[in-house]
């Protein structure tokens, strides 16, 4: 086994979370922002059997894919793995990672997947943030916790956040110190403010701001927000959550609307859509306009199409394909996302939309109903060999399916390789400076 001391070693891989891989003869070593070729002095920071991790201790050989991180703050809050590589060597990874994982988790040999189409300016792209507040020195402090912590790392700007959220930040912590709001303490609990979480619309310039506290009012609430909204005016609404549990879930069940109307409308491809603080909403906008193109246009859609819009969320893809095909069911667990997903129906009046609140498997297997064309956009998890079997029983002439995880997309691929072609694998970068990838698939049936 390893000890945990100084190694010397090259990078041969990138890991499916970003790091480089360096092998010796006790296994594999992960190297946080160790890229592919360079070679380094490594302090092996957890020495595990076969498996271990460290960080750079010093660089002897550089990439030339090799930049400045723009984050002060990259290493320590571990959630860019990429930002200290060219743009071009995160998009040539994601592209990579699908490839292996098609083969090795999927055994499929001869499939070609396209370049990743990524963005023109990888930065600022996020539409949520959700910001941890504490103090230090007494002073209030926000930013992220240290990667595994709950260490507050004070930062003033994310470089993948909307940058309207950095200004709006600074003013909660200026109002919470000239009002004597003390941020939550998680090992006392006491204190007022726990999380603020932002939301902006790309399309409509519209930002909430979502106070979320650990008591149910404070002194000088009203004044508080009056200000707040005189400090930044571009604020459109702004919510008071209350989470009084000991937990990790950021928002809390009950919530008031202290200013604007509650929600804020976000637009994708001509569609409305309205957004409250708990809507799943893609965090991407400029992304999930290419993605969802992209997913639209593979489905070659006709006039008198029946379509599954399977995982459905608020029923975006369904409410964007209901205008080109005769009919749209929608199927989605969670039901405040269903409820939101008629209430987006409504907003667009779109009516040849369906919308029901179940878990996929059961209702595909419940009735086998017919449909032309399926479009799938399953979690991370992926699908079940149930559902997909069920698919390759209605036998619908294409599907598409929509994943955040390569691993799991080329599990049930196998499973469906046999009733269907694959056509095409895009990928997309929805995720900037993060190891995480989509990828939309095109399969015809045979
Ligand atoms: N297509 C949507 C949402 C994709 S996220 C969009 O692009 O916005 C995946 C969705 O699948 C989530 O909304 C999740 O709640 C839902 N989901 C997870 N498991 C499910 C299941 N077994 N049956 C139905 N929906 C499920």
Excluded: W
Excluded at 219 to 232: C, Q, Y
Excluded at 245 to 267: A, H, M, P, Q
Excluded at 396 to 415: F, G, M, Q, V
Excluded at 432 to 439: A, G, I, K
């Amino acid at each position: 086994m390893l000890k945990k001391n100084i190694i010397k070693g090259k990078c041969v891989d990138i890991s499916s979370e970003g790091k480089g891989v360096i092998k010796t003869v006790y296994g594999v070593v992960f190297v946080d922002s160790l890229l592919l070729g360079e070679e380094a002095e490594i302090e092996i920071t957890y020495a595990g059997k076969g498996v271990s991790y460290g960080v750079i201790k010093r660089l002897i050989s550089k990439s030339t894919d090799r930049i400045q991180p723009k984050c002060p703050i990259s290493t320590a809050c571990g959630g860019c793995v990429f930002q200290n590589a060219s743009y071009e060597y995160e998009l040539r990874y994601k592209k990579h990672k699908i490839e292996e994982d098609l083969k090795r988790i999927g055994h499929l040999d001869n499939v070609i997947v396209e370049d990743v189409i990524g963005m023109d300016n990888p930065e600022h792209y996020r539409n949520k943030i959700q910001v941890p507040f504490g103090k230090e020195n007494k002073r209030v402090v926000y930013g992220f916790y240290k990667a595994k912590t709950h260490k507050i790392i004070p930062v003033k700007q994310c470089n993948i956040e909307d940058t309207k959220s950095g200004p709006i930040l600074k003013n909660i912590a200026l109002l919470m110190e000239k009002f004597h709001i003390d941020p939550y303490n998680e090992d006392y609990r006491t204190g007022i403010i726990r999380h603020v979480l932002i939301r902006t619309s790309l399309s409509t310039n519209e930002v909430m701001v979502v106070l979320v506290s650990n008591v149910d009012t404070f002194p000088g609430r009203n004044n508080f927000i009056k200000e707040l909204v005189t400090l930044s005016p571009e604020i459109s609404t702004i919510i008071f959550n209350v989470n009084k549990r000991d937990t990790n879930v950021i928002l809390g069940e009950s919530e008031k609307t202290l200013y604007g109307k509650g929600y804020i409308t976000d637009e994708i491809l001509g569609l409305k859509f309205n957004i409250s603080s708990k809507s799943f909403f893609q965090v991407n906008p400029i992304q999930v306009q290419k993605l969802y193109g992209e997913a639209i246009r593979l489905a070659d859609l006709k006039k008198d199409d029946v379509l599954l819009d399977a995982y459905a969320g608020v029923a975006t893809i369904g409410l964007l394909c209901a205008p080109h095909v005769k009919k749209v069911t929608s199927v989605e667990l969670v039901k405040s996302a269903v409820i939101n997903a008629h209430n987006n129906a409504k907003l667009n009046n779109i009516q040849n939309i369906e919308i029901i609140e179940a878990d996929c498997t059961e209702y595909i297997n419940k009735k086998l109903p017919h449909f032309d064309v399926v479009i799938m956009d399953p979690p991370r998890k992926g699908s079940t060999p149930e559902f997909l079997n069920a698919i390759k029983t209605i036998k619908p002439n294409r599907l598409i399916y929509i994943s955040c995880e390569p691993s799991t997309l080329a599990r049930d691929l196998e499973i469906l390789s046999d009733k269907f072609t694959i056509e095409k694998v895009q990928p997309v970068d929805m995720f900037p400076r993060s190891f995480h990838v989509e990828t939309i698939v095109s399969l015809k049936l045979k």
